[in-house]
């Protein structure tokens, strides 16, 4: 399996654009995570799915922010308008199993809001 | 919910010394214990984790201890070497929960 998939690596965009992040999870995961990592906050747990079904959003920062997983196999996470302070590492991750729940992480996206 | 808490914040250690990084959680059903090691610039990936009915686990130079009474869990790393440097993040999942609740991270730098 090639793991967790994540895309654009990358991205940089101006204040007040729409940022929309993907993610791939490894086949047969039932979990996907949201994360967003900075050197303030550390690393936050933004939303998690189970069965594509949003389990737990309360770690979204605002209205702003928006998650979606439409099957198995790919879920978004939607920045709409973006700000500066968005700018942060977002991780992906996945895991098989609800009780000892290892997480595998994608790559990231290194995203930066001018 | 779930509070986990990881000191110390930033550790610098010898080579070929030993580093201990400690947290403690909150909530007494928690019942899996994953440690997490990212290197700079990379992912978090698990490095090794530990069940709530065993008191210690240890896999070559890195062992993880826990202490349920007293809810708290630690990482010990030996013989440390200069790839060891990373940041470490200590985890506590709950039974059936699915989610994992991430202490802020422990910075280790291992000195040549």
């Known amino acids: 399996d090639a793991g967790v998939i994540q895309s654009p690596r990358h991205e940089v965009t101006e204040m007040g654009q729409e940022v929309t992040l993907r993610c791939k999870p490894i086949?047969?995961?039932?979990?996907l995570f949201w994360y967003r990592q900075t050197m303030m906050r550390g690393l936050e747990l933004l939303i998690y799915f189970n069965n594509n079904v949003p389990i737990d959003d309360s770690g979204m920062p605002e209205d702003r922010f928006s998650a979606k997983m439409p099957n198995a196999s790919f879920s978004t996470l939607k920045i709409q308008p973006s700000e500066p302070r968005d700018s942060a590492v977002y991780f992906c991750?996945?895991?098989?199993?609800?009780?000892?729940?290892?997480?595998?992480f994608g790559p990231g996206t290194r995203l930066t809001v001018l | 919910g779930e509070n986990v808490e990881q000191h110390p914040s930033t550790l610098s250690v010898q080579e070929g010394d030993s580093a201990v990084i400690k947290c403690t959680y909150s909530?007494?059903?928690?019942?899996?214990f994953p440690w997490y090691k990212q290197e700079l610039g990379k992912r978090p990936q698990l490095i090794i984790d530990?069940?709530?009915?065993?008191g210690e686990k240890k896999d070559q130079r890195i062992a993880v201890t826990l202490n349920k009474t007293a809810k708290h869990f630690s990482l010990h790393i030996t013989e440390t070497q200069p790839e060891d440097s990373a940041v470490y993040f200590c985890a506590a999942s709950r039974a059936n929960a699915g989610k994992s609740t991430f202490g802020d991270g422990t910075t280790l730098t291992v000195k040549p």
């Open positions: 086949s047969g995961h039932d979990y």
């Open positions: 991750a996945s895991s098989r199993d609800r009780v000892y729940n290892e997480q595998f």
């Open positions: 909530d007494s059903a928690s019942n899996y």
């Open positions: 530990i069940r709530s009915n065993v």
